[in-house]
């Protein structure tokens, strides 16, 4: 799989992060596992004429010491379809601004 890791989280920057996942993103029925939803702006033709599918999302999981942000697009509706598939370069860069702006909001220095 790939992925976007930070790691070298202290327990404080892991409490932190934590806190902030569990009040602003979706926790998926696994412990550590959130589901960040795609901006529209940055979704392919195709997720977008799959409203069916909507939202895609990107999954997020923290670790005691890292969070690792999976590089696929999927859907919560459905186990495969056409629309899921590896960020595109507009995707990743995406998901790499807002985790880093999180990290940048709670102080937390990597």
């Known amino acids: 799989m790939k992925q976007y890791v930070i790691d070298g989280l202290r327990p404080q920057d892991h409490n932190r992060l934590k806190a902030y996942l569990d009040e602003y993103v979706q926790a998926a029925a696994i412990v550590g596992i959130y589901w960040l939803p795609l901006d529209e ?3 392919t033709p195709l997720q977008i004429n799959h409203r069916e599918c909507a939202p895609h999302v990107f999954a997020l999981k923290l670790e005691q010491n890292l969070l ?4 696929l697009v999927r859907t919560r509706k459905h186990i495969r379809c056409d629309c899921m598939a590896y960020a595109t370069e507009k995707q990743r860069n995406w998901l790499i601004d807002q985790t880093d702006a999180v990290l940048e909001k709670l102080a937390i220095c990597i």
């Open 41 to 43: 702006s940055v979704l």
């Open 68 to 71: 690792a942000c999976e590089l």
